[in-house]
């Protein structure tokens, strides 16, 4: 249910980069239905909902901006 056990750190720091190229990248999620079904119940928390909610743009996720680490997969 979680990537470490228990929620944490690890789920918040993998949402915070799958939810954004999930987005962008869409074709390579079609597979992939546990990280598909994964993410949404990161999603549905509580907490990561009311971050969401902070925001300073609309739509948050797509919003989302690769650092450097983008360029080691093309």
Known sequence: QRLMGSF?????VTYSWLAGMQTLQAAAFA????TQ???????????VQAAL??????????AW???PEINRWG
């Open 8 to 12: 944490s750190i690890a789920d918040l």
């Open 31 to 34: 597979d992939a239905s546990h």
């Open 37 to 47: 079904a994964w993410l949404a119940r990161v999603a549905a928390r509580p907490s």
């Open 53 to 62: 909610a902070k925001a300073t743009v609309p739509e948050p996720l797509r």
């Open 65 to 67: 901006a690769p650092g």
